[in-house]
């Protein structure tokens, strides 16, 4: 089941938050996910596990299991890093191995002093 977006796009109608997922864990929930169906994932800058996320998608384009553009990443600039958006979402690229994102949101909309983070 997908939302068809006003420009023919379709985002999926359900998604799988990666908040809390941690460590080793995570590429197994990943790719067990995607093998029973999951197509859009929620991700975060704040929730600390990026690089394990870009880990796991890595792992299943590289076997064959789905292909990026049959994936729906959505992923969160932090509070801190308001005035600093492009970096930051270089960054959540980078540690996604992704070339691009689908959605990028604001996680809050409160700015706090940036970290360097």
Request: charged share 25%; proline share 2%; glycine share 8%.
């Amino acid at each position: 089941m997908a939302i068809t977006l006003n420009n023919g796009f379709k985002m999926p109608a359900v998604g799988l938050g990666v908040w809390r997922m941690e460590g080793k864990e995570i590429r197994d929930l990943i790719i067990n996910a995607i093998n029973i169906g999951y197509r859009h994932f929620d991700c975060a800058a704040d929730y600390k596990n990026e690089a394990e996320v870009g880990e796991a998608l890595a792992g299943a384009f590289s076997t064959g299991i789905v292909k990026r553009e049959d994936l729906f990443i959505t992923t969160k600039l932090w509070n801190s890093d308001h005035g600093h958006v492009v970096e930051a979402c270089k960054d959540s690229l980078k540690k996604l191995q992704l070339d691009y994102l689908d959605l990028y949101l604001v996680h809050f909309p409160v700015a706090t002093k940036h970290t360097g983070d």
